[in-house]
């Protein structure tokens, strides 16, 4: 089987640096544009299934991709971004404020720190595996498409390649870039292509470093 995961399209949180996490936020105009880019980009390419997180933002996006198949679109909350409690609906700038300690440890240690009320990397790696070992086991000779989060993607990557997740933020993607993973006939998973934006063009997300460190 065949596995795309897309990164949801941008949203006015991302463009700000404001951590959303759970906080179940929409596509922003450019956003949009992103999801119908991915949208064309598959629409010559074999989709059998859609799945996406249950969040709006990525369920607008694997709509976009959806919609070219006449599909509909399987929602999993086990495939959410993470949790960020507390720093939810903050900026990066007002996390640094507010928690200056924490989030300078966050950030240079993101698997032994986390955001208080927050999940850790590991808790939502264990879920996010689980959900795509599922949908593995249902459409064991599909070719599958995964709307959902930077997060999600990241920690599978991880475990799919045998990296710790302290290698987590050594990770890039993009606003509907595209990572795509085979399954063997062994059972280990294969990466063939990671964060390809190359279908968005004038419509990709200018990205900064706080940006990238807003994990939304």
């Given at each position: 089987?065949?596995?795309?995961?897309?990164?949801?399209?941008?949203?006015?949180?991302?463009?700000?640096?404001?951590?959303?996490?759970?906080?179940?936020?929409?596509?922003?105009?450019?956003?949009?544009?992103?999801?119908?880019?991915?949208?064309?980009?598959?629409?010559?390419?074999?989709?059998?299934?859609?799945?996406?997180?249950?969040?709006?933002?990525?369920?607008?996006?694997?709509?976009?991709?959806?919609?070219?198949?006449?599909?509909?679109?399987?929602?999993?909350?086990?495939?959410?971004?993470?949790?960020?409690?507390?720093?939810?609906?903050?900026?990066?700038?007002?996390?640094?404020?507010?928690?200056?300690?924490?989030?300078?440890?966050?950030?240079?240690?993101?698997?032994?720190?986390?955001?208080?009320?927050?999940?850790?990397?590991?808790?939502?790696?264990?879920?996010?595996?689980?959900?795509?070992?599922?949908?593995?086991?249902?459409?064991?000779?599909?070719?599958?498409?995964?709307?959902?989060?930077?997060?999600?993607?990241?920690?599978?990557?991880?475990?799919?390649?045998?990296?710790?997740?302290?290698?987590?933020r050594r990770i890039r993607l993009d606003n509907c870039g595209i990572s795509t993973f085979t399954l063997g006939a062994d059972g280990g998973w294969t990466l063939e292509s990671m964060n390809d934006v190359?279908?968005?063009?004038?419509?990709?997300?200018?990205?900064?470093?706080?940006?990238?460190?807003?994990?939304?």
């Open positions: 089987m065949r596995i795309h995961f897309v990164r949801h399209g941008e949203t006015d949180f991302n463009a700000a640096s404001i951590y959303q996490g759970h906080t179940d936020t929409h596509l922003s105009a450019l956003g949009r544009s992103q999801a119908a880019a991915v949208g064309e980009r598959f629409h010559d390419m074999q989709v059998d299934v859609v799945y996406s997180s249950d969040l709006a933002r990525a369920f607008e996006t694997g709509c976009a991709i959806a919609d070219h198949h006449g599909l509909e679109i399987h929602r999993v909350s086990d495939l959410r971004e993470c949790s960020f409690g507390e720093w939810e609906g903050l900026s990066v700038t007002e996390i640094g404020e507010q928690y200056p300690e924490l989030y300078r440890n966050y950030i240079r240690d993101s698997f032994n720190y986390r955001a208080p009320g927050g999940e850790r990397l590991e808790e939502m790696q264990n879920r996010v595996v689980r959900a795509v070992n599922e949908i593995s086991q249902r459409h064991p000779d599909d070719d599958v498409v995964v709307a959902t989060h930077g997060g999600p993607i990241r920690v599978f990557i991880c475990w799919a390649l045998g990296a710790p997740l302290e290698d987590f190359c279908h968005l063009g004038a419509h990709e997300t200018e990205e900064s470093p706080e940006y990238m460190s807003s994990d939304a």
